[in-house]
């Protein structure tokens, strides 16, 4: 087996739930940071199943809960297991596990429309990693920033700069998971949620076809776009916001669909009218979101929404990529990052972060008080 001095590895488990992500990274003393390894893991059929309804219900059992909380613990803790002996890595080189979890509810504050208390929830014991592995275990990332009054996302950012700091000025990464989101890095570090990613596209995919997501979006290709209901949906008060700000499910799920879509629009469309709609307002949002941004001309797009070529198409129309002076758009591997696991790697980066007492969210991203240390420490 190889050994890796400064080996941290990190888990991340997205809002598409479309599988688990684990990255293995190395870092020198000058905090340099090395990728050495990564996979994603499908979830087991019932594991997945479960996860979606936990995420999407309105009212949660104590009992589903915390059963949930414990199988995709120990879900992760064996995924690990698995992925270190395939990719001949000691165990005892890693110094720390970065668990993301799986977020079940996100409610930050500001949220339009509520007086609620903020918080934000992830599942995945890690107790239970931390047994399984024999590995310390980093977990719990994101209360730490909320406590602290910002949005307790979105958390990667600051990776993002350190991976980026040596690319020319003017360069925002956005990863299309099932939230997108975007950073942006020149005299201040920017970066918060745009709003829906793959999350729709995908339920309704779901809904319609009996398909976990749109290949390439050729579904979506099929269909015409109906301006009167991209109309209604772009109405949303979220994106009216001003940073920073945060989403989620919670919001942008076929519930929040049906109520901004009128009984005769839906009766007057066909259902890949509705995909390619959908996936226009995932395009929109986006495109608006790097104008809006000052100083772009780069724009590196990672995450599963970048294998969608319909949708990066759409993307590259709406920023004029071919046009003399448009910007540039490139998935990540471009610049040799790889688009899957690069969350995973920031999670695994906060865990060494923790483990080193530095800081691990920065006020001019989430809008805390202030900087935050970030995790709780398992040991097993």
């Known amino acids: 087996m190889r050994s890796q001095n400064h080996m941290f590895v990190g888990v991340m488990t997205g809002t598409s739930i479309d599988g688990l992500d684990i990255a293995a990274i190395e870092i020198d003393p000058n905090e340099k940071v090395g990728f050495i390894a990564s996979e994603t893991t499908a979830y087991p059929f019932d594991l997945r199943k479960n996860l979606l309804a936990l995420s999407q219900a309105d009212a949660v059992s104590i009992s589903s809960y915390g059963e949930l909380d414990t199988a995709l613990g120990k879900f992760i803790g064996n995924s690990v297991n698995s992925f270190l002996r395939k990719f001949g890595i000691d165990p005892k080189a890693v110094q720390a596990i970065g668990s993301h979890g799986q977020t079940i509810r996100h409610q930050p504050p500001g949220k339009p429309g509520t007086s609620e208390q903020s918080f934000t929830l992830q599942i995945g014991d890690p107790n239970q990693i931390a047994y399984i592995t024999?590995?310390?275990?980093?977990?719990?990332?994101?209360?730490?920033?909320?406590?602290?009054?910002?949005?307790?996302?979105?958390?990667?950012?600051?990776?993002?700069?350190?991976?980026?700091?040596?690319?020319?000025?003017?360069?925002?990464?956005?990863?299309?998971?099932?939230?997108?989101?975007?950073?942006?890095?020149?005299?201040?570090?920017?970066?918060?949620?745009?709003?829906?990613?793959?999350?729709?596209?995908?339920?309704?995919?779901?809904?319609?076809?009996d398909k976990p997501y749109d290949d390439k979006g050729h579904w979506a290709r099929t269909g015409k776009l109906n301006d009167e209901l991209l109309e209604r949906l772009l109405n949303e008060p979220y994106f009216h916001l001003e940073p920073p700000k945060s989403t989620g499910k919670e919001l942008f799920n076929l519930d929040w669909f049906e109520r901004n879509t009128t009984e005769h629009q839906l009766k007057s469309m066909n259902s890949q009218d509705v995909q390619r709609t959908l996936l226009e307002l995932t395009a929109l949002t986006i495109s608006n979101s790097v104008k809006e941004t000052p100083r772009i001309s780069n724009v590196i797009v990672c995450g599963g929404g970048r294998s969608n070529e319909f949708l990066m198409e759409r993307i590259s129309s709406l920023l004029d990529v071919e046009e003399k002076g448009g910007y540039v758009l490139d998935a990540s591997e471009h610049w040799d990052i790889d688009g899957d696991s690069l969350e995973a790697s920031a999670f695994a980066w906060l865990a060494f972060r923790r483990l080193n007492n530095l800081v691990g969210a920065v006020p001019s991203v989430t809008g805390a008080k202030k900087p935050s240390i970030l995790g709780a420490i398992y040991n097993p």
């Not at 209360?143 to 925002?172: C, N, W, Y």
């Open 134 to 209: 024999e590995i310390i275990t980093i977990a719990d990332f994101r209360r730490m920033d909320i406590a602290a009054g910002g949005q307790g996302a979105p958390l990667v950012p600051l990776f993002h700069q350190k991976i980026l700091k040596k690319q020319e000025s003017g360069t925002a990464l956005v990863n299309i998971g099932g939230i997108a989101n975007i950073t942006y890095i020149e005299d201040t570090l920017l970066g918060y949620d745009i709003g829906p990613g793959n999350c729709l596209v995908d339920a309704w995919c779901q809904r319609k076809l």
